[in-house]
Every structure is written in C-alpha cells, then in structure tokens.
C-alpha cells in the first residue's frame, strides 16, 4: 500500500533523490572552478608573454653577455651600461639581511606558539603577529628611514648613510616575519601529537622533543615557509625603495646605498621614461629576471616539499 501523504511523498524524495539535478549542479560546479584555475593560468602565461616579448627587444640592442656579466648598471644614463648583476647583488643583500632576522624569530616564535604557550594565549597572540602582515610597506619604508637607520646611527654609532641597505633589510625582516611565523607554526602544530608522546614514553625531555622530532618531522612545511619568505623580500619594493635608495652600486657593504630590482622597477615605472625607448625595455629585463628567481625559488620548494614531505596514518 501506497502512502501519499505529505509526509510520504518527502520521505519519497530522500530515498528517490533527483539524480539528473545533481548531475547537472556538480558539472556547473566543476565548470566554474575549472574557468577560475584557466584564468589563473591564462594570467600567467599573458604576463609571462608581455615580458618575453619586450625583453626579446630588449636584447636585440644589448648583448646578453653585457647584461649578464658586465658590473655597472647604469641606462639611464648618458653613457649606459646594463649589468643586471648589479641589482641582483644588491637584492640578495638586502633579502640575505631580512633573512638573518625573520628565520630565527619566525621560528622560534613558531615554536613557542605551537609547543609552549597556552592555548588561550595563542588564540591571541598568533593573530596580533599577523596583524604585521597587514601594515603596508609604505610604512614599513617610512619607518626604516625615519627611525630605524637614525636609531642605528646616533644611538647605536653606526656609520650609516642616509639610505643604506641595512635598516631596509633590518625591516624588510620584520615584513617577512609574520608569513614565516605563522605557515611554520602551521606546519609544527600538524605534527601528530603521538610522536611526541612516543618521544616522552623514552624518556625524551620537552626540549629534546622539540628539537628531534618535531622540527624533523615538520621539516618540508618549515622550509617551504622560509622559501616563500625569501620570495617576498625578493619582491618586495617599497621598504628597499625607500630605505635602501637608488644608487646602482656592486657591494656588499650594507652601510651604503644601494638600488635592487624592484627599486629600479619603480624609477623606470615613475612615468619619466619614453614607452617603446630602450631605457623603457629594461624595465622588462629586469622584470623578467626577478619572475625567472622567484621561479626558481618556487620549484625548489615544490621539490624540497615533496622529497622531504612526512605522511602520517
């Protein structure tokens, strides 16, 4: 016997569900994120074609030998040169500094945050130290010129030029830090909880724990952190463009000026140089060369994740 009833006919529904709507919403579904992932890429590609495109003109003038190994970088200049390791050095400079202070900092402060501090403390902390993500750069940069490099001078007795690539690479540090904190605490706090009991069961002090079977097993995350850290100081641009200068000098002294790829990106972008110039299509080289190491560095991680990667039943 049949029962239609309301109440029949609903719990006819669920058992009878409409198989041809819901074959229907899952491809719209699948369509709309497949056309997100094409745009995605399409916007790569269409970036990686503009700058192919105007660093191909770029080297029917200048000689790739010159702009790989020549050791001035001067072309807006009257007479120019184009040794892009000029920016590149200064670059690593500056990134190399910012290192020095956001991977010891970020991961330790992972490590308190993961492994030490209470829970409700964290729920507070761990926001308030991303909270550094969300300063702009602007003032990040404001900040290195106008205090820290006379903080570093008067208090400290540095001897400091004005703009120096040392209070840049101080706060550029400071900018990278919440991304390596936070992804590194991520990835700590993934670790299963019974490799650290299993660590205790021998006899493993907290510390002991910590240091040997924590970090090791959060190894792939930690180092993926710190390689997207390096891509963000390497890109980063108002902080060095406003700390470190524009002076287009080979050292490796960071008391000096000094002008990194993005640095340089933001002069030529400044509107005072001639579209379609040669002087214009340096803009492309350089930027091309930036994309090509972060590329790199984005591999790596890729490689290094996947190698190293813990997996746990």
């Known amino acids: ?122 729920a ?32 400290l007795g540095f001897d400091l030029q004005t703009f120096n690539g040392l209070s840049a690479g101080l706060i550029l540090g400071i900018s990278v830090l919440p991304i390596i904190a936070s992804l590194s605490e991520d990835a700590i706090y993934a670790v299963p909880d019974s490799l650290r009991q299993a660590s205790y069961a021998v006899g493993a002090t907290k510390r002991e724990t910590v240091i040997n079977v924590v970090l090791k097993a959060a190894l792939s995350g930690i180092v993926a952190a710190v390689i997207l850290g390096v891509s963000r100081a390497v890109g980063e641009t108002m902080i060095v463009t406003l700390a470190a200068g524009q002076n287009p000098t080979l050292t490796l002294d960071p008391r000096v000026a000094i002008q990194t790829m993005t640095s340089f990106i933001v002069q030529v972008s400044g509107g005072d140089v001639a579209v379609g110039s040669l002087k214009y299509d340096t803009l492309f080289a350089v930027g091309f060369t930036l994309f090509l190491i972060t590329l790199i560095l984005n591999v790596f991680s890729f490689w290094f994740v996947r190698r190293f990667q813990e997996k746990y039943e």
């Open 1 to 122: 016997m049949t029962d239609s009833s309301p109440t029949g006919s609903r719990r006819s529904d669920l058992w009878n569900p409409n198989r041809a709507k819901s074959k229907r919403d899952e491809l719209i579904v699948k369509i709309v994120f497949g056309a997100c992932a094409l745009l995605s890429i399409g916007t790569t590609i269409g970036i990686l074609y503009t700058l192919i495109f105007e660093m191909f003109q770029f080297f029917q003038q200048v000689p790739l030998r010159d702009f790989l190994f020549d050791t001035q970088w001067t072309p807006l200049f009257t007479n120019p040169q184009y040794g892009i390791f000029v920016l590149i050095s200064a670059t690593f400079l500056t990134s190399f500094i910012a290192l020095l202070v956001a991977v010891p900092l970020g991961i330790l402060a992972a490590i308190c945050l993961s492994e030490y501090a209470p829970r409700g403390v964290r």
């Open 124 to 155: 507070w902390l761990k926001p308030a130290l991303e909270l550094l993500a969300g300063i702009p750069s602007v003032v990040f940069g404001y900040f290195a010129l106008l205090f820290v490099t006379p903080f570093l001078r008067n208090v």
